[in-house]
C-alpha cells in the first residue's frame, strides 16, 4: 500500500468515492449526496477541473474529473 502523500491535509477534503475500496458504498450520507464524516478523500491539488485525490483508507491515488469550472468544454452552437 502507498503511503499517504506529504502534502495530504485534512482541511482540505473532496467527498467523491474511491473507485478501488468503494469504502462508501453502504453509507446512508454518502448514498443521499451528502457530505459524510467517514467517507471523504484528501484534495491534493487541482487543475482546471480535474481533482487529484488521494482515499485515506487505502492510499489510492487518482484524478477525478468534475467536468465543472472553465476549461475543457466546446461551445454548442
Known amino acids: ?3 499517504i ?3 495530504a ?3 482540505r ?3 467523491i468515492p474511491c473507485p478501488r475500496c468503494r469504502d462508501d458504498r453502504h453509507c446512508a450520507d454518502c448514498g443521499s ?3 459524510c464524516r467517514d ?3 484528501y484534495l491534493l491539488s ?3 477541473s480535474v481533482l487529484h485525490v488521494q482515499c485515506p483508507g487505502c492510499a489510492h491515488l487518482w ?3 468534475t467536468h465543472f469550472g472553465a476549461g475543457g468544454r466546446r461551445p454548442v452552437f
Open 1 to 3: 500500500m502507498l503511503p
Open 5 to 7: 502523500d506529504p502534502d
Open 9 to 11: 491535509d485534512i482541511g
Open 13 to 15: 477534503r473532496a467527498w
Open 33 to 35: 449526496g451528502r457530505n
Open 39 to 41: 467517507h471523504w478523500r
Open 46 to 48: 487541482t487543475t482546471g
Open 63 to 65: 484524478d477525478h474529473e
